[in-house]
């Protein structure tokens, strides 16, 4: 399962993909970006369901056969029920980390971009951070401890068989803060 609501708020949640690929395909079909979105990135096969456009778009980006700055500014620009920015002044500017990144890997607490229109000059910048995450797992019939702790929890060192186990997933949102305005 890509998202995970909390809260009445809808967010990708990196349980640790294997490569990059599947942390980009993970990642657009999340509640992160529309189905909308999605279809506006692509040249044909718009009538594909959400998953299988996500895959297209990561293989593409993967073959460098469309840009990642595409992808971000249609993240960036896709309508949002909530925005949330800073208002002051800033004591000292922080380091930006390529925002490109985020496509491909949660990274660092931190600054991401910029990522910029060009045909309006306007940039957006994406702050990301974790945050803790837990998530319920029982034990299937059939299945031994040791199967479920090296399929499902390679982090734990012991399952207590037939009670539910509580996993911490260090995990994040890229729903960043996009602050208003120009750079």
């Known amino acids: 399962m890509p998202s995970q609501s909390r809260a009445g708020v809808e967010a990708f949640v990196d349980r640790g993909f294997p490569d990059s690929k599947t942390f980009c395909?993970?990642?657009?079909y999340s509640p992160e970006l529309s189905l909308n979105t999605l279809k506006s990135l692509v040249k044909s096969g718009k009538s594909q369901q959400k998953y299988d456009l996500a895959f297209s778009l990561a293989t593409a980006l993967e073959d460098q056969t469309i840009d990642s700055e595409k992808i971000l500014l249609a993240f960036a620009q896709?309508?949002?029920k909530?925005?949330?920015f800073k208002l002051g002044h800033c004591e000292k500017y922080p380091v930006l980390k390529k925002a490109?990144?985020?496509l491909t890997e949660f990274g660092e607490d931190g600054w991401y971009g910029p990522i910029r229109d060009p045909e309006t000059s306007r940039k957006w910048y994406i702050r990301t951070h974790k945050v803790p995450f837990y998530e319920q797992v029982y034990q299937s019939e059939g299945v031994?401890?040791?199967e479920i702790a090296e399929r499902l929890l390679p982090s734990c060192s012991k399952v207590t068989y037939g009670k539910p186990v509580r996993r911490f997933v260090p995990t994040g949102s890229n729903l960043g803060?996009?602050?208003a305005g120009r750079e």
């Open 25 to 28: 395909t993970q990642f657009l």
């Open 78 to 80: 896709q309508p949002r």
């Open 82 to 84: 909530w925005l949330s």
């Open 100 to 102: 490109s990144n985020l």
């Open 144 to 146: 031994s401890e040791g």
């Open 177 to 179: 803060d996009f602050p």
